[in-house]
């Protein structure tokens, strides 16, 4: 017998069978978009955070490297490849490259672990063209038999930093030439990653520039927009900034505003100054001479 009021068994059943209204569904996609607004850019942050930490941490690893090179070559840098462009050594770590040209990263290769850590996960992959080899050309870079350009990374060349040209020198630079080596850049960061190790700044002069030599004089130092090409920007990958190795082996994030001339060692030809940064194409291809 059914003792229940009666029509409570219907009200009952209405209240299991209640679904949502437009407007209780309308709110709660709004609060879910809103909590999305909030988190997502946390989450984007945090993620170019752990990409900046891991940038970091292979340029310390290249440091440690370093600073085993020199032990091992008396205090000596390693000498500028002997290649007809050798600002720039592509393959750079392939197979009989490195003692063919040496270059700041390949010459490192034997005391770290893998090429990995030359470059930053930040970088954009460089572009390659089919029958690519480590066949150099007049301009000492590698290209395919139609002549294109081969810059994508191989297995063993896979790099995205730039050394500093004014401490890479013919013969090998000492240290004890260096007034301070806890100021000058080793490397920094470049923006395109590919099988070659270049270096910015560069001895003499291309691109649409060309520092006389003698005396010895460098550019590029950093890289301001270009009117002409496509820009492949210097150290400001992280939030307005870049990592950069120093000479004495320590590694650290600055912002690309405040690094100066003389942090690459290289000085104003006329006043003998350092120069800060300026964001012009002017200053990009502006020769300066270095400073020891």
């Known amino acids: 017998m059914n003792l229940s009021p009666p029509g409570t068994a219907s009200r009952r059943g209405e209240n299991r069978c209640r679904a949502f209204t437009l407007i209780e569904l309308l709110v709660v996609v709004a609060i879910i978009a809103i909590i999305a607004s909030i988190l997502f850019p946390a989450f984007s942050?945090?993620?170019?955070?752990?990409?900046?930490?891991?940038?970091?941490?292979?340029?310390?690893?290249?440091?440690?490297?370093l600073q085993q090179y020199v032990q091992d070559y008396d205090q000596r840098m390693l000498p500028a490849a002997t290649s007809a462009w050798p600002a720039q050594v592509q393959y750079f770590n392939d197979a009989g490259v490195a003692a063919k040209y040496p270059n700041f990263l390949g010459s490192l290769m034997p005391y770290v672990g893998s090429v990995q850590i030359c470059y930053c996960p930040d970088a954009v992959l460089g572009l390659s063209s089919s029958g690519c080899d480590a066949t150099y050309n007049a301009d000492g870079n590698a290209q395919n038999a139609s002549g294109g350009i081969c810059s994508a990374p191989t297995g063993t060349s896979d790099a995205s930093y730039l050394g500093n040209g004014v401490l890479v020198r013919s013969g090998g630079l000492s240290i004890a030439q260096v007034p301070s080596s806890s100021d000058i850049v080793y490397c920094q960061e470049g923006s395109q990653q590919g099988n070659f190790a270049s270096l910015r700044p560069?001895?003499?002069g291309i691109g649409g520039t060309s520092c006389p030599t003698p005396p010895a004089l460098y550019w590029a130092w950093h890289s301001a927009p270009v009117p002409t090409y496509t820009q492949y920007p210097y150290s400001s990958q992280h939030f307005g900034g870049g990592n950069l190795l120093f000479l004495d082996g320590h590694a650290k994030w600055r912002a690309l505003v405040s690094i100066t001339s003389g942090n690459f060692g290289l000085v104003n030809t006329t006043s003998g100054l350092s120069e800060g940064y300026q964001d012009t194409y002017a200053q990009t291809i502006e020769c300066y001479k270095p400073s020891f």
């Open 45 to 65: 942050e945090a993620r170019e955070r752990a990409r900046a930490a891991s940038c970091l941490s292979n340029m310390k690893q290249l440091g440690l490297a």
């Open 202 to 204: 560069e001895f003499g």
